[in-house]
């Protein structure tokens, strides 16, 4: 999902086009409400007056898009239908919309088929951008029976204990070899990595080429292009006649296709391997806990049904889905830390008191840690990774709040919005991790949803959470951090459809005193 959210393609460029064309088209705004919509069978939700022919109100978007958004539904309602260049979207703003149209309704659970699911979904067909039906059900069904069940979670515990393991090596070596000053984003991202790696496909990087930090920065380069395409962001979806100005604008389409065949190209030799290895009875015992291993096995009862494209494209769903989502994250976490040097020192305390130091913590430790994940939960409240999900779109005429929606009008909700309402949470701009103390899911509802809701709901959720969990609590157990001087943390985000850290979380970091026995023995 993180080739959908992230949106690193430069919006600016497209902004600074839409504001020309805006200009010259100004002048017809007025007929424009007129003409739309002449078969109407009910009111439209309302929608910001000043809709321009062509673009529609992409005026009014700006970066990050999610805080526009936002802006719009402040001034003029939590449920809007506005004209992104030729799409009808409906913007959901509220948790109760939010609730109306993605819990209680059944309509809104299609995708659009916006450019990258084209290209990056297997032509629509992976889990992520499937349209809603039998091959999509079964997607989920396989994920969730076979690959994310707590059953398979509790069986590849081991493998993210390991994970964590060998990345406080790094940490430590990386430390030494840079006099206490370490670059956490790329850290973070070959942790999550690592993780996802040895899951998916039972290998990984440091476990082939056992090199230190700098094997992982050089993986993150590769798949960061992967990142730069994504959803909502490209403008031809939304205006197809600037398909002629492609010469302008140069087009990521051609960019996408070369990133899928390659992805594709690596998932195919990753299949021939683990079938030769197989053969010759040398699976090694990662290969055999791996998903991968779990699916070629459905493979040998249904060929058909499970073809190398289907597991390959399954694969790279969830590959793609959990990296730079559950990386952001804790890089977020860790920033909030440092910038609330209290909060990170009640949450080393927490762990002292409950866990000691004589041993490193493990995800069966969770539940002895509330103040932990109230930390984690405050960070994913007021930066979800994923600020505006996926987009959806209706496969039927319906009625949302009284106003008719036409089918096929694409739906986005904003989560972040919903996060950071002062209606709904007080004072939503400040890091205070205690208002989730006590605080249980039913009564969370629908003000809290960073893996979103409904049919849709990201299918990744529980796997996060343990990533996260395991990968804040040995940052906080094992090592003291400061920032590199005294000026906070900068904060500012991308800005594009995913929600992620600007510039890369540097800090002065050392192992604590008190671990050192337990982080000898490593
Ligand atoms: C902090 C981490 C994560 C966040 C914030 C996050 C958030 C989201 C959100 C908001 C959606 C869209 C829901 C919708 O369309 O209504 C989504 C979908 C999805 N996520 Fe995640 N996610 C995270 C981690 C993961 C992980 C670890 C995986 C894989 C194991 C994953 C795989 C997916 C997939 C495949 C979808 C598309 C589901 C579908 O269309 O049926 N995500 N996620
Ligand atoms: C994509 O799928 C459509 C049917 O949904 C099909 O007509 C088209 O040929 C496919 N394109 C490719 C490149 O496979
Ligand atoms: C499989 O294992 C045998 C014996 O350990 C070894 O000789 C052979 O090279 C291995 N094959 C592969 C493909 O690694
Ligand atoms: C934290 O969020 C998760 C969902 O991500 C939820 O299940 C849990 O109950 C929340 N915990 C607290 C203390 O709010």
Redesign the pocket.
């Known amino acids: 999902m993180m080739q959908l959210l992230s949106m690193d393609y430069d919006i600016d460029n497209i902004i600074i086009v839409i504001k020309y064309v805006a200009f010259y088209l100004a002048t017809y705004f007025t007929l424009k409400h007129t003409i739309l919509h002449s078969k109407v069978k009910g009111k439209l939700p309302p929608r910001p007056f000043l809709s321009f022919p062509i673009i529609g109100h992409l005026y009014l978007f700006k970066r990050p898009l999610y805080r526009s958004l936002a802006h719009l539904a402040v001034k003029y309602g939590p449920v809007l239908y506005l004209k992104m260049g030729a799409r009808p979207v409906l913007l959901l703003s509220s948790p109760e919309a939010v609730e109306e149209c993605l819990v209680k309704s059944d309509v809104f659970v299609d995708r659009p088929r916006l450019l990258p699911g084209k290209h990056g979904g297997n032509n629509y067909t992976n889990m992520a951008w499937s349209p809603y039906g039998d091959h999509w059900k079964n997607l989920r069904r396989i994920a969730a029976v076979e690959i994310l069940s707590p059953q398979r979670l509790q069986i590849l515990s081991g493998i993210r204990a390991e994970v964590a393991q060998s990345f406080i090596c790094r940490m430590i070596k990386d430390i030494t070899e840079n006099d206490g000053i370490v670059e956490m984003k790329s850290a973070i991202f070959g942790l999550t990595l690592d993780n996802m790696m040895r899951m998916l496909i039972g290998k990984s990087n440091y476990v082939e080429a056992s090199g230190g930090m700098e094997a992982s920065r050089r993986f993150q380069k590769t798949m960061e292009g992967s990142f730069r395409v994504s959803g909502v962001n490209n403008i031809e979806d939304f205006l197809p006649i600037l398909k002629y100005f492609k010469v302008f604008l140069g087009s990521p389409e051609e960019f996408m296709k070369k990133l899928i065949k390659e992805k594709n190209t690596f998932m195919e030799g990753l299949m021939l391997e683990h079938r030769e290895l197989e053969r010759e009875g040398n699976l090694s015992d990662g290969r055999k806990r791996a998903m991968i291993h779990v699916l070629l096995s459905l493979q040998k009862e249904d060929p058909h049904y499970y073809s190398d494209e289907m597991i390959g494209s399954l694969i790279l769903a969830l590959f793609q889905g959990g990296t730079d989502t559950s990386a952001a994250t804790v890089e977020w976490v860790l920033s909030l830390l440092l910038n609330n040097p209290k909060v990170l020192k009640k949450a080393q305390e927490e762990i002292d008191t409950n866990i000691g130091n004589t041993r490193l913590v493990e995800e069966s430790d969770k539940n002895n840690l509330?103040y932990l994940?109230?930390i984690?939960?405050e960070t994913?409240r007021m930066y979800p990774t994923g600020p505006l999900g996926l987009p959806h779109e209706s496969r039927d005429d319906c009625y949302v709040g009284g106003y008719h929606v036409p089918k096929g009008s694409m739906l986005i909700y904003n989560i972040w919005a919903v996060h950071n309402d002062p209606n709904i949470w007080d004072d939503p701009r400040n890091f205070k991790p205690e208002r989730?103390?006590?605080?249980?899911?039913t009564t969370?509802g629908y003000n809290?949803m960073?893996?979103g809701t409904g049919k849709r709901i990201c299918p990744g959720?529980h796997l996060a959470?343990k990533m996260i969990w395991l990968a804040v609590a040995i940052l906080v157990q094992c090592f003291d951090w400061e920032r590199t001087s005294n000026d906070l943390i900068d904060m500012e985000e991308t800005g594009g459809l995913s929600l992620v850290k600007l510039v890369p979380l540097r800090v002065k970091c050392c192992p604590r005193p008190c671990m050192m026995n337990v982080l000898s023995e490593l």
């Open positions: 509330p994940q109230c984690i939960n994913l989730f103390s006590g605080l249980e899911k969370l809290f960073p893996f959720e959470n």
